[in-house]
């Protein structure tokens, strides 16, 4: 089992940067898949990018191609997800997941953070 907690979201205006991370437990990290997904109010959960289990392969939602960056170490059982550009479409709750493959959907990760809030003023 992995317990994941993820870290560094806040309030920030449009245009600006935040590095969120996200640390596992265990010693089975890189044996995972990472995801990053979001939630804004009234709206399901979305994806956002994820990575594989050596970090050789990255994938991301168009809404954020090109401004969101995801990156792991597994020597620091960590994920992150540098976020430039950021605009106000962006605030949501952003959970990391871990799961078996690479993916873009929520029922193929096994286990969840309990999220982080990112809020972008405009």
């Known amino acids: 089992q992995v317990q994941m907690v993820e870290s560094g979201g806040g309030l920030v205006q449009a245009g600006g940067s935040l590095r969120l991370s996200c640390a596992a437990s265990?010693?089975?990290?890189?044996?995972?898949?990472m995801g990053w997904f979001r939630q804004a109010p009234g709206k399901e959960r979305e994806f956002v990018a994820a990575?594989?289990?050596?970090?050789?392969?990255?994938v991301y939602a168009d809404s954020v191609k090109g401004r969101f960056t995801i990156s792991r170490d597994n020597a620091k059982n960590t994920v992150y997800l540098q976020m430039n550009s950021l605009k106000a479409e962006d605030t949501a709750v952003y959970y990391c997941?871990?799961?078996?493959?690479?993916?873009?959907?929520?029922?193929?990760?096994?286990?969840w953070g309990q999220g982080t809030q990112v809020t972008v003023s405009s």
């Open positions: 990575i594989n289990r050596s970090g050789g392969r990255t």
């Open positions: 265990g010693r089975t990290f890189s044996s995972y898949a």
């Open positions: 997941a871990a799961g078996a493959a690479l993916a873009y959907i929520t029922k193929q990760y096994d286990y």
